[in-house]
């Protein structure tokens, strides 16, 4: 069943109304409050910036619902922005974390080829080398970060290639790769059904808890 634009507005303010946001996982945060949405016209300039097309469902998020704001964890981004120790910044294509937007994202199942692995401190050049390699852009072309978990764990979502639409989760400080976030039926999760999902477990805890 396809997921309602205006279900996820009146949930997101049902939430926002609840009286207590503590068992929420970073409600403190965003607080359930999204930030204004974006025109047609400012999404397309992206687009046609980064020579891409978003994924619909996450098009129709931003213009109709809002760009970032209450979601997942600490909260979705702002087109473009991603986490910077305890605020946010503006990110660039090929900046040594995001990769070329244009380029397919190179996995279509779980990623983990951790090169040879420094011991801690033994050797600065190759734990360099060890990170170039992990942490290459490379790793995630045709993807977009779209929210943070804390400790340098994220979510992208997958832009360009067979796997656009959907969300894959970012382990690699834990040196557990890239993997696709999963729907209880075990199905892959595109961006609506990834916030949809986080909705319906967010209003189940504040519901509980009031």
């Not at 990170?131 to 979502?157: F, K, M």
């Amino acid at each position: 069943m396809a997921i309602s634009i205006e279900s996820i507005r009146e949930s997101v303010e049902q939430c926002r109304r609840a009286k207590r946001l503590h068992g929420v996982f970073g409600a403190e945060s965003h607080e359930f409050i999204l930030n204004s949405p974006l025109s047609p016209s400012e999404v397309a300039r992206f687009e046609f910036e980064h020579k891409i097309k978003l994924p619909e469902g996450y098009r129709r998020f931003l213009t109709e619902v809002g760009n970032g704001g209450a979601g997942p964890f600490y909260g979705v981004f702002k087109l473009g922005e991603m986490d910077d120790s305890f605020t946010h910044r503006r990110w660039k294509q090929n900046d040594g974390f995001i990769g070329e937007l244009s380029e397919p994202f190179p996995h279509t199942e779980r990623w983990n080829d951790l090169p040879p692995c420094p011991v801690d401190g033994q050797n600065e050049d190759a734990t360099e080398a060890f990170d170039d390699t992990y942490w290459s852009s490379e790793n995630v072309h045709g993807a977009i970060p779209i929210c943070h978990q804390g400790c340098a764990y994220r979510n992208w979502l997958i832009v360009t290639g067979p796997e656009a639409g959907n969300v894959w989760e970012d382990l690699r400080v834990d040196h557990e790769g890239l993997k696709p976030v999963e729907l209880s039926n075990g199905r892959r999760a595109g961006f609506l059904e990834w916030y949809d999902a986080w909705l319906c477990e967010a209003l189940a805890k504040l519901e509980s808890s009031n």
